[in-house]
């Protein structure tokens, strides 16, 4: 009876990092080594603006923002918005850095990553997704299966539904194996 309550736990385990867990942990994107990923051949990088690039509500980017896409950029890769918000608001933060966007992405729902994608002629193992929470942006990209880099948040300042996520997240890291989600902590250069 034991044994069987270990495979079962271990069975659980696996389907919440399957599903929750990202490729790799970085404390900002900044750390993130563009033109490895370049090399790699990822062409396409789709980026959250609240707490991932920019602090919630903005409307505009600031120079973090600015600088990471000119990163992005400069690394022969084409940077998207991919984001929940409304269109005037993932236009007016896209306009300011001079990039398109994905709005009302319903993240985690994968159509209109997948279509923006198809559209241009990018798949989707060339594609990747830079965001700060599990159950938007990393659930959404393992539902797509696209490579997907997990963001420590940009500010403490966030919406009372995101706080609730983040609660459930601790639950999905722990319930997922705390060794498994350390592991996955560092640098991202090497193959995703």
């Known amino acids: 009876?034991?044994?069987?309550?270990?495979?079962?736990?271990?069975?659980?385990?696996?389907?919440?990092?399957?599903?929750?867990?990202?490729?790799?942990?970085?404390?900002?994107?900044?750390?993130?080594?563009?033109?490895?990923?370049?090399?790699?051949?990822?062409?396409?990088?789709?980026?959250?603006i609240d707490n991932t690039i920019a602090l919630h509500g903005s409307t505009?980017?600031?120079?973090?923002?600015?600088?990471?896409?000119?990163r992005i950029k400069s690394?022969?890769?084409?940077?998207?918005?991919v984001s929940n918000a409304g269109i005037e608001r993932a236009r007016s933060y896209a306009d300011?850095?001079?990039?398109?966007?994905i709005a009302h992405a319903r993240k985690p729902g994968i159509d209109s990553i997948c279509r923006d994608l198809a559209q241009r002629g990018?798949?989707?193992?060339?594609?990747?997704?830079?965001?700060?929470?599990?159950?938007?942006?990393v659930w959404s990209a393992r539902r797509a299966g696209i490579p997907v880099v997990l963001t420590a948040k940009r500010s403490p300042k966030e919406l009372f539904?995101?706080?609730?996520?983040?609660?459930?997240?601790?639950?999905?890291?722990?319930?997922?194996?705390?060794s498994h989600w350390d592991d996955l902590k560092g640098e991202c250069h090497?193959?995703?």
């Open 75 to 81: 690394a022969g890769l084409c940077p998207v918005i």
């Open 122 to 137: 990018c798949p989707r193992e060339n594609a990747l997704v830079i965001g700060d929470q599990l159950l938007t942006d």
């Open 60 to 70: 505009t980017a600031d120079t973090f923002a600015k600088k990471l896409i000119e």
């Open 96 to 101: 300011s850095l001079g990039i398109s966007f």
């Open 1 to 48: 009876m034991k044994q069987h309550k270990i495979k079962k736990s271990r069975g659980l385990s696996e389907w919440i990092r399957v599903r929750f867990f990202p490729d790799r942990i970085v404390s900002t994107p900044a750390v993130i080594d563009f033109e490895a990923l370049a090399t790699q051949g990822f062409r396409i990088v789709l980026v959250d």
């Open 190 to 192: 090497d193959r995703m």
């Open 161 to 178: 539904t995101v706080r609730i996520k983040r609660l459930l997240e601790s639950i999905l890291i722990k319930l997922g194996g705390r």
